[in-house]
Nanobody, 115 residues
Framework: QVQLVESGGGLVQPGGSLRLSCVASGIIFRFYPMDWYRQGPGKERELVASINSGRHTNYADSVKGRFTISRDNAKNTVTLQMNSLKPEDTAVYYC?????????WGQGTQVTVSS
């Protein structure tokens, strides 16, 4: 059974930082790409960052230079370091894996950027 469990969300002031983590179980983690998505109020879910098995990364234009995705295969963990946060980064952030052609999602973690 595949499970993705996120942690690390919260309330932060503009310009602040947060670190999100996602622990995966039930998959051969090191072979598969992992992604972070987010869904803001009244918006569609969007891809924020992805990292493949070779640690090649991709980012949405809106977060380039501010967010960093990384993975620790020994701990089955993918991390999203978010710096210089803006109010428009406010969203529920979801960890995602496409494993054996099936989409798996975490439960989501709320990130609120507000003064």
């Amino acid at each position: 059974q595949v499970q993705l469990v996120e942690s690390g969300g919260g309330l932060v002031q503009p310009g602040g930082s947060l670190r999100l983590s996602c622990v995966a179980s039930g998959i051969i983690f090191r072979f598969y790409p992992m992604d972070w998505y987010r869904q803001g109020p009244g918006k569609e879910r969007e891809l924020v960052a992805s990292i493949n098995s070779g640690r090649h990364t991709n980012y949405a234009d809106s977060v380039k230079g501010r967010f960093t995705i990384s993975r620790d295969n020994a701990k089955n963990t993918v991390t999203l370091q978010m710096n210089s946060l803006k109010p428009e980064d406010t969203a529920v952030y979801y960890c995602h894996s496409l494993y054996n052609r099936v989409d798996y999602w975490g439960q989501g973690t709320q990130v609120t950027v507000s003064s």
